[in-house]
């Protein structure tokens, strides 16, 4: 993978997305404890404001795809970030859950107005041909920022007073506002002008797209075994050292950004984006039948085991990741990438939320038959996704039979 994308529109979106995910690293290392640390809240509060901001912020993204797409995607993703650097710095002086939500609420919908205006930058201004390339490209920006900002986010933490917290929200709120000046060097992306009749939100009434989203959402719970089954696995159920959990995810981390370019090659086609998806099930089947080994083996077999399902288990995240951009780009309709990247949003964001739940009940909750019972359902929603996909290519070739392009099917 090139270090560097040709300049234009490729490289400055990398440049604002790196400044801004190392503020999502400080957010995403810090948040749960200066809520309960700083701000006083019980975890159960803590956790559940958490969630009613999620659940904002998914209820939000196919109206803020149909904004950026009336208004211009680039005014709508600076005018996004900026206000959540302002936003973000109305966190210092919160009290309360109430207080919180306040200020968190309107950042949620704020979020999802830049990431589907981001979307919708990438469909108008980025060639075809490279959009999934700059999805994939983005995402190893992403992994190296987040990383970073976790890293720096760690000396807070390790600090653990009002004034540190106070601090990495501070350093938040300045990379919004930084990202967003970055992003004034893109050139303006045409606005799209509202149909004259029919329904404006498209994406809600298209159903073979929403099933799509459906499965994508699903499949995205793969995060969320990772992120929060995988630790209280190692953790309790094998002998390995605590500090294969640090390993696991380094592995996973460090693949992204050295692979994720290269599993998104072909994914620029409907047909190979859903075939990447069947893969994906396949790759996380077998991260789920050799992670549930490792309760009965001993010391240096559990590592190697360990290891080798994060390998299979990131083959999966990546292959999953490079359909879902293809195939939510190629469904969409030019005039209305907005909307339909804010649809394709809200299915991530479903798998994630209900993820936790889902994958500890499976895999802490039932042992090896949970882990089974998920890897098989993995398998079966990766090969449901290309059926979807034709599906929606006939109903789109139906309504407008001219505009189709037979070699991406």
């Known amino acids: 993978m090139s270090l560097l994308p040709e300049p234009g529109p490729i ?9 801004n995910t ?27 404001a ?54 968190a609420a ?17 469909g108008g ?57 970055v992003l004034t060097r893109l050139a303006p992306v045409a606005r799209t002008p509202r ?48 500090w294969m959990i640090s390993v696991v995810f380094a592995v996973n981390t460090v693949t992204v950004v050295l692979l994720q370019v290269r ?19 396949f790759a996380l089947l077998t991260a789920c039948l050799i992670f549930p080994l490792t309760a009965g083996t001993q010391h240096a077999l559990t590592i190697t085991l360990l290891i080798v399902a994060a390998l299979a288990h990131v083959a999966g995240e990546l292959w999953y990741s490079a359909g879902g951009w293809g195939i939510s780009f190629g469904l969409a309709p030019d005039h209305a990438h907005g909307q339909y990247q804010g649809t394709y949003a809200m299915g991530h964001q479903f798998g994630q939320m209900i993820a936790p739940a889902v994958v500890t009940t499976l895999t802490l909750g039932w042992g090896t038959p949970g882990w089974l019972l998920l890897g098989a359902a993995f398998a079966t929603v990766g090969c449901l996704v290309p059926p979807v996909v034709r599906r929606a290519v006939a109903r789109a070739s139906r309504r407008s039979p001219a505009s189709e392009e037979p070699a991406r099917v």
């Open 50 to 103: 958490l969630t009613l901001v999620a659940l904002v912020s998914l209820v939000t993204s196919t109206p803020a795809g149909y904004l950026a797409d009336r208004l211009g995607p680039r005014g709508v993703a600076i005018g996004g970030l900026a206000a959540l650097g302002l936003c973000e710095v109305a966190l210092t002086g919160v009290h309360s859950m109430a207080g919180f939500l306040l200020v």
């Open 125 to 181: 201004a980025v060639p075809q041909d490279r959009r999934v390339y700059t999805r994939a490209y983005l995402r190893s920006v992403t992994n190296v920022g987040i990383t970073v900002g976790a890293a720096v986010a760690g000396i807070g933490l390790t600090v653990d007073t009002r004034t540190a917290y106070l601090s990495l929200i501070v350093a938040d709120s300045a990379t919004f506002l930084l990202a967003a000046a």
């Open 195 to 242: 149909a004259e009749s029919g329904p404006r939100l498209i994406a809600l009434r298209d159903r073979p797209f929403l099933a799509f989203v459906v499965l994508d959402g699903l499949l995205a719970t793969n995060f969320g075994l990772f992120e929060v089954a995988l630790p209280l696995w190692i953790a309790g159920r094998t002998d390995a050292p605590r």
């Open 263 to 281: 599993a998104a090659r072909g994914t620029d086609t409907l047909a190979g984006a859903a075939h990447a998806s069947r893969r994906a099930g």
């Open 106 to 122: 309107p950042m949620a919908v704020l979020d999802a107005a830049q990431r589907a205006a981001r979307g919708a930058i990438i």
């Open 11 to 19: 490289r400055t979106l990398a440049a604002a997305t790196l400044i």
């Open 22 to 48: 190392i503020g999502n690293g400080l957010w995403m290392v810090s948040s749960a404890l200066f809520l309960t640390r700083s701000v006083g809240l019980p975890v159960g509060h803590a956790g559940l």
